[in-house]
């Protein structure tokens, strides 16, 4: 069966510091893969996606980029983090378009 | 571009009582309509999906609905029980694109 991972769990970072989060999935085969993030008490708000390795989409026009150096590993990053950055970071793959999306565990990011 | 609407924002309904979350799409071309159930803190969780060639599709205490000439699909829950209080997301998709298109959510509270 397949699983997907995140990590880290929780995560407090300072104004201007770099972020890395990673995801993976195992059990399937050139999925695809998602970022979403979700501030508080709010929706889900598509930040990227790739249909394959080195092939990403952006939603949203922000200081975060994303990267799929292998299959199966997704990866979310910024060279300086703003306050507005905290949220609830999930990544998310599915079997092919328009199809059902499965959710990681989630990072949830603080911002100081 | 696709967009979805979902109603009510927040719903209140007595242990053992049914809820009904409505959404509406504005692309004909959609075909594809998951729910998602969020628990506090949690990942969203994908909890019943359909597809246009269906106008219903139940399991267990949950059902959804599809109207393709409204435009509309609905969450039914009946027999509900405090466990079920969550935050419920519609979602739509369709062929040739690689995205879900969410709605805002709905929070669900029962009551004992």
């Known amino acids: 069966s397949q699983t997907i991972h995140q990590w880290p769990a929780t995560l407090v970072q300072p104004v201007g510091s770099p972020l890395s989060l990673e995801c993976t999935v195992e059990g399937t085969s050139n999925p695809n893969l998602y970022w979403y993030r979700q501030a508080a008490g709010r929706g889900l708000q598509l930040l990227f996606y790739s249909v394959g390795i080195g092939q990403i989409s952006s939603e949203v026009p922000q200081n975060l980029s994303a990267s799929r150096p292998q299959d199966r590993q997704f990866i979310l990053s910024s060279k300086k983090l703003l306050l507005s950055d905290s949220g609830f970071y999930l990544c998310?793959?599915?079997?092919?378009?328009?199809?059902?999306?499965?959710f990681g565990p989630g990072t949830r990011l603080t911002v100081l | 571009g696709e967009n979805v609407e979902q109603h009510p924002s927040t719903l209140s309904v007595q242990e053992g009582d049914s809820a009904v979350i409505k959404c509406t799409y504005s692309?004909?071309?959609?075909?594809?309509f998951p729910w998602y159930k969020q628990e506090l803190g949690k990942r969203p969780q994908l909890i019943i999906d359909?597809?246009?060639?269906?106008g219903e599709k139940k399991d267990q205490r949950i059902a959804v609905t599809l109207n393709k000439t409204a435009k509309h699909f609905s969450l039914h829950i009946t027999e509900t029980q405090p466990e079920d209080s969550a935050v419920y997301f519609c979602a739509a998709s369709w062929d040739n694109t690689d995205k879900l298109i969410f709605g805002t959510g709905t929070r669900l509270q029962v009551f004992p």
């Open positions: 692309d004909s071309a959609s075909n594809y």
């Open positions: 998310a793959w599915s079997a092919s378009s328009s199809m059902g999306q499965f």
């Open positions: 359909i597809r246009s060639n269906v």
